[in-house]
């Protein structure tokens, strides 16, 4: 999970069974509210006093494969990275038919 400001992005990280990689990340919605300067609100803005102005940005995912660690790479932040760099160098798991 990444914080910027008040939005959080929630990154989620699979391997495919052809050995690519799927990044799925959301994105929480955000909004703001601005005094007639353009500086921030504050409490103003949460009970609506004075002028006033709001925006917003919505909540959103994306979907995105990739072929290869390295094109991974400047996809998702540096610790999943590692983690997933990790993961690609332990052995392959076996399923048995019994």
């Known amino acids: 999970m990444d914080t910027r ?8 990280l699979y ?14 919605p955000d909004w703001w509210a601005v005094d007639a300067e353009g ?10 006093v004075g002028d006033v102005r709001y925006g917003s940005v919505p ?5 995105e ?3 290869t660690l390295e094109q991974l790479r400047d996809k998702v932040p540096l610790e ?3 983690m997933a760099e990790r993961a690609a ?3 392959a798991v076996e399923d ?3």
Do not use: N
């Open 65 to 67: 494969v990739v072929d």
């Open 15 to 28: 391997r495919g069974r052809t050995g690519k990689f799927v990044v799925h990340v959301e994105r929480s």
């Open 96 to 98: 048995l038919d019994i």
């Open 89 to 91: 160098r332990q052995p």
């Open 59 to 63: 909540k959103e995912s994306t979907l």
């Open 80 to 82: 999943l990275f590692e």
């Open 5 to 12: 400001a008040k939005r959080v992005e929630a990154y989620h």
């Open 39 to 48: 500086k921030p609100a504050g409490w103003r803005g949460w009970v609506g």
